[in-house]
């Protein structure tokens, strides 16, 4: 009999746990609180980060200035960034010769209508071009110097060595995403998680897929408890903030320099605001725009009233049902999270961790005119598609070379195909290229669909 009894508990726990287990995966998830670094100076964060050398490596000067011709320049710096494009930066080499750096502005920052928005993403990146980081280019480019300038070649070897093995694995099928998940895992792969030296031979299994993303606003920052799409980066955001150090790092002592630097790196990203929508509002219509939103989108995204309450919440895949390939992908393939977890970025007084989930962060809204296209992949080109599934286009394309933007529909204006095209075409059939879930506005009517769109302008 006691057998009996102990036997029937078990069953009763187990499916007590199990009913729990799949009442809580189909409902939102709080992201608690982490502590941060305060104290930081903004004005010094932004200088570091657009001068700063926290990326050590790149290409000599001259052969940068010669393949860039004359492009125009949006951030007027001085000395030696002169005439640079606002996301690369100089730096000088040990032996005094100067190279010049991709910088984080290279994703995180975007021209709209002639103007440089620091902290919008980037969503004209091209890496769908394969040639750029071909690996014969970069070969000949260091034969060239081997012979011709030694001194420059022994001041950019290091930057060609990772250059060549990152190349081969960052290619997306089409412009306008961010290859940024796959760049972090080949890091990995070719870094001691303690040491940050560098290793010839990857040390773990790197992924198959390109799993695209769009990139976040920064000035979202402030609001948010979880960094990255799926909320999964937590504790000390400027470990995070720091990331691209792994490029040509050479050991966590010069880490350690950069990473002083971070909590002013963050009071900068926190002081800035999202732009206001430049064109006509029809206040009356945004007005029940805002009691619609209040209603139908509120518990998710937060609140822009007078108490302007985020609530950094998670949503179940479940709940959520967009294209599921990233959040995945820390399951499938767990060993980037847990080299990142038992790495020099989880030690120290401010520690940083991964902890994956199986859904997406519902994000906030601000600016959330300006920052096309929508989704964590960028699938959806408009706000007005992402409010009303039934417009999705399965094939579109947008202007790369001269982008128009659409005020009324909020996004990029673009044409919807009736096949693939090429790699400006957007094509949602690819995995991970899904433009399908977040349908909570296809309950909505068109006129109050409008209301709503006219709302969010004001945010």
Not at 13 to 36: C, G, K, M
Not at 321 to 339: A, G, K, R
Not at 423 to 451: C, I, K, V
Request: proline share 7%.
């Amino acid at each position: 009999m006691k057998k009996l009894l102990t036997l029937l508990i078990l069953i009763l726990l187990f499916f007590s746990y199990a009913f729990v287990t799949n009442r809580h995966s189909d409902e939102p998830v709080p992201i608690p609180p982490s502590p941060q670094r305060e104290g930081g100076n903004a004005r010094l964060g932004y200088d570091y980060l657009i001068n700063g050398d926290y990326v050590k490596g790149g290409i000599p000067e001259n052969i940068f200035r010669m393949g860039i011709g004359k492009p125009k320049i949006y951030l007027k710096r001085d000395d030696i960034n002169e005439g640079i494009p606002h996301d690369y930066t100089a730096v000088k080499a040990a032996n005094g010769e100067i190279l010049i750096a991709p910088n984080c502005l290279q994703c995180h920052a975007q021209v709209f209508d002639d103007k440089l928005y620091i902290g919008l993403g980037n969503s004209f990146a091209d890496f769908s071009d394969r040639e750029t980081l071909n690996n014969k280019n970069l070969e000949k480019a260091e034969k060239f110097l081997k012979t011709f300038a030694p001194k420059k070649y022994k001041a950019a070897a290091t930057f060609f060595e990772v250059a060549k093995t990152i190349g081969p694995y960052l290619y997306t099928e089409a412009k306008g995403v961010n290859a940024a998940d796959r760049l972090a895992a080949v890091l990995a792969a070719h870094r001691d998680p303690v040491t940050f030296k560098w290793i010839q031979e990857a040390s773990m299994p790197i992924p198959e897929a390109v799993i695209p993303t769009d990139v976040p606003a920064w000035w979202l920052l402030k609001k948010k408890n979880g960094m990255f799409y799926n909320g999964f980066g937590r504790g000390d955001f400027g470990k995070f903030l720091m990331a691209s150090n792994l490029l040509t790092v050479t050991d966590t002592s010069e880490s350690a320099a950069v990473d002083k630097h971070m909590p002013d790196v963050l009071a900068y990203i926190n002081s800035l605001q999202p732009p206001k929508y430049p064109g006509k509002i029809d206040f009356n219509k945004a007005e029940k725009g805002r009691i619609l939103f209040n209603d139908h989108c509120a518990e998710c995204h937060g609140s822009y009233d007078d108490e302007n309450f985020y609530p950094n919440l998670l949503i179940p895949q479940s709940i959520i049902q967009t294209d599921s390939l990233l959040n995945q992908s820390n399951y499938s393939n767990p060993q980037f999270v847990e080299w990142f977890n038992k790495s020099w970025f989880t030690a120290g007084d401010h520690p940083a961790r991964l902890e994956p989930f199986k859904g997406y962060i519902a994000p906030p809204l601000d600016g959330v005119w300006i920052t096309a296209p929508y989704l964590h992949n960028g699938s959806v080109p408009t706000i007005e598609t992402v409010l009303n599934s039934r417009l999705r286009p399965t094939y579109w394309a947008r202007n790369f070379d001269q982008p128009e933007y659409d005020y009324e529909k909020l996004g990029w204006k673009y044409r919807v195909l009736d096949q693939p095209g090429n790699n400006t075409t957007y094509n949602t059939r690819l995995p991970g290229y899904g433009n399908e879930g977040h349908y909570f506005g296809d309950q909505l009517s068109p006129e109050e669909r409008m209301a709503v769109i006219e709302y969010l302008k004001t945010l």
